[in-house]
């Protein structure tokens, strides 16, 4: 089975980015580059689910859907 799950980057001011799961609570890491973040994040909920699944619970729900959208400046 496949999960999916929304990542949000943010630049901070001293230029690392921050990748946080908005529905995996404390699900905030760091990474020196955009791809950094974001394979982070990735293993960070792969551990997370594992753990879950020793317990014998279910990963969060997929509810959230991001969608890029460009609009004129």
């Not at 404390?26 to 990474?31: F, R």
């Not at 982070?40 to 879950?52: D, G, P, T, V």
């Amino acid at each position: 089975m496949t999960l999916h799950y929304v990542v949000v980057i943010d630049r901070e001011d001293d230029g690392r980015f921050l990748a946080s799961v908005p529905e995996v609570p404390g699900c905030h890491v760091y990474g020196r580059t955009r791809r950094q973040a974001v394979d982070r994040a990735r293993r960070a909920l792969e551990f997370y689910i594992q753990i879950l699944r020793e317990e014998g619970k279910k990963p969060p729900r997929q509810s959230m859907v991001a969608v890029e959208i460009e609009v004129a400046g």
